[in-house]
C-alpha cells in the first residue's frame, strides 16, 4: 500500500515550452502533496504544499506564476513549469499524505527527470 | 531555519562491514526525523521514523538512534551487503505536519 505515482519519468522539451508533471496517490487518499526538486548530488529542496482544493503554499524563491501547481482531487497533484528554460532541468519528486494513517509518513514518488533543451 | 549535515557526502566499504551513517541537525526542536533511501534516478524509500520522544528504532539489519540535545542521529547498518549500495538521506520535520528538511545524503558503495 501506499504507493505514489508520477508521469512521466522523464520529458525532454525545447525552452520556452510548458511541461505538465502528475502525481497521484494510487491506493490512498492525499489531502496534503508536496512537490520538490533535487539537483544533482543535491538535497530534495521543498518547493511547494499542495493542499486539496485550495491553493498551493510556495517556499521563499519559488515563482508561483513559473511552476503551476493545481491539487483538483484527493489523489492527484499536478506540476506544470511553464516557458521552461535549461536552468529548470532538474529532478522533481512529489510526495503525499495518507490522511487515513494520521497524515505524519509522506510517501514518495519516483520522480520526473526533466532536460530542457 | 533548520539545517541538515551528512558528512561524509560519499563512502565505500567492503562487503560484511558494520557502518554507521551520520546525520547532523541545527534546531534540536524536531518533532521527527527520517531516513531514507535512494536509488541513482529514482524516488524515496523509507526506511525508518523516529519520533522525538524515541531513541532508536530498528528494522531489520537498519537500526537508527536519536540524541535531539545533541542535534544528532546514526543509522547503523549491520553486514552490509552489495545490494545496500545507495544513497541514503536524513531528513527532519519540526511539527507534525510540517514540512520536511533534507541532507544532502551520503552515497554509500559496497564492494562485493
Known amino acids: 500500500g501506499a504507493v505514489v505515482s508520477q508521469h512521466p519519468s522523464r520529458v525532454i522539451c525545447k525552452s520556452g515550452t510548458s511541461v505538465k508533471i502528475e502525481c497521484r496517490s494510487l491506493d490512498f487518499q492525499a489531502t496534503t502533496m508536496f512537490w520538490y526538486r533535487q539537483f544533482p548530488k543535491q538535497s530534495l529542496m521543498l518547493m511547494a504544499t499542495?493542499?486539496?482544493?485550495?491553493?498551493?503554499?510556495?517556499e521563499q524563491g519559488v515563482e508561483k506564476d513559473k511552476f503551476l501547481i493545481n491539487h483538483a482531487s484527493l489523489t492527484l497533484s499536478t506540476l506544470t513549469v511553464t516557458s521552461a528554460h535549461p536552468e529548470d532541468s532538474s529532478f522533481y519528486i512529489c510526495?503525499?499524505?495518507?490522511?487515513?494513517?494520521?497524515?505524519?509518513?509522506?510517501?514518495f514518488g519516483p520522480g520526473t527527470r526533466l532536460l530542457v533543451l | 531555519k533548520q539545517e541538515v549535515t551528512q558528512i561524509p557526502a560519499a563512502l565505500s566499504v567492503p562487503e560484511g562491514e558494520n557502518l554507521v551513517l551520520n546525520c547532523s541537525f541545527t534546531?534540536?526542536?524536531?518533532?521527527?526525523l527520517q531516513w531514507f533511501r535512494q536509488d541513482p534516478g529514482k524516488g524515496l524509500t523509507s526506511l525508518l521514523l523516529i519520533q522525538s520522544s524515541q531513541r532508536e528504532q530498528t528494522s531489520g539489519r537498519l537500526n537508527a538512534s536519536l540524541d535531539k540535545s545533541s542535534g544528532r542521529s546514526t543509522l547503523y547498518i549491520a553486514a552490509s551487503q552489495p545490494g545496500d549500495s545507495a544513497t541514503y538521506l536524513c531528513?527532519?520535520?519540526?511539527?507534525?505536519?510540517?514540512?520536511?528538511?533534507f541532507g544532502k545524503g551520503i552515497t554509500l558503495s559496497v564492494r562485493p
Open positions: 510526495s503525499a499524505r495518507d490522511a487515513g494513517r494520521g497524515g505524519e509518513t509522506q510517501y
Open positions: 534546531d534540536s526542536a524536531i518533532y521527527n
Open positions: 531528513a527532519v520535520a519540526s511539527g507534525a505536519n510540517s514540512k520536511l528538511t
Open positions: 499542495s493542499n486539496e482544493g485550495s491553493k498551493a503554499t510556495y
